[in-house]
């Protein structure tokens, strides 16, 4: 059941989403390099497009998701409001998102702070039917917690219906190891995504034990993330992907 909340928003197995880093000068250009890029993507095999404040704002995030909601865009998206939980939900329930992204759900507050972050997550998650993604040991979040990894895991796995995992940076691989590691922890059942630095030479290998993959840099034009979206990089993934399942 854990299983399906999430895996089944996906029509293929190993589903890769697509990071829409919302670059642009005002508004209008952030709405139009948006739908350009999310084109690019599942028009080449991308399963779905997440909305990221990553460069934007939150109210260029808004714009985007008021935009693909009132299209009634024939593509799946999910939201990812950085460091603003309630504002992320908001959004999400608002706007009909197939699902939402926390970079962190367990492992990055202090013992005496986390008992209220996870009545807040409670809250949020009794007003949105969507899936949730959450990170764990994620990447530029701090651990404060003091828990062992397996903890905080088990606490993440409450919390959300993905577990999230990464490498040290963006762009940066996510070591096999790692997912290997979250896997044995979390079990056969609950779905794992490897959420950063996952490369077509590489995904087979990752894929060995992650359900899922998050894509941003690799899809540039420069493989770093201030470039475009290229479409030929991302049918050069897909197409690893596509061997992968």
């Known amino acids: 059941m854990v299983r399906d909340k999430f895996l089944s928003i996906f029509s293929e197995r190993k589903p890769i989403m697509g990071m829409l880093h919302l670059k642009g000068d005002g508004g209008d250009e952030v709405i139009r390099r948006a739908c350009a890029e999310a084109r690019a993507m599942v028009d080449n095999g991308v399963d779905a497009v997440i909305v990221e404040n990553y460069f934007g704002t939150p109210e260029d995030a808004e714009r985007v998701l008021r935009y693909f909601h009132h299209q009634q865009v024939d593509f799946l998206y999910g939201v990812n409001i950085l460091e603003n ?28 702070e986390d008992g209220d972050f996870g009545a807040l997550l409670e809250n949020c998650r009794a007003r949105y039917g969507g899936a949730v993604i959450g990170g764990v040991r994620f990447k530029y979040q701090p651990y404060r917690s003091g828990r062992s990894l397996e903890e905080d895991l088990r606490i993440g796995m409450e919390r959300c219906d993905a577990i999230a995992v990464t490498g040290a940076g963006t762009g940066v691989p996510t070591p096999v190891e790692k997912i290997a590691s979250f896997r044995a922890i979390v079990g056969p059942d609950f779905p794992l995504v490897a959420a950063a630095g996952v490369l077509p030479e590489s995904c087979a290998e990752q894929f060995r034990y992650a359900d899922a993959a998050i894509v941003g840099s690799y899809f540039k034009d420069t493989y770093i993330d201030k470039g475009d979206v290229d479409p030929a990089h991302v049918q050069t993934f897909m197409d690893a992907v596509r061997s992968c399942r």
Do not use: C, I, K
């Open 85 to 112: 939980t309630e504002e992320n939900f908001r959004m999400a329930a608002q706007y009909d998102a197939a699902f939402l992204q926390l970079d962190s759900v367990a492992g990055h507050l202090a013992p005496e």
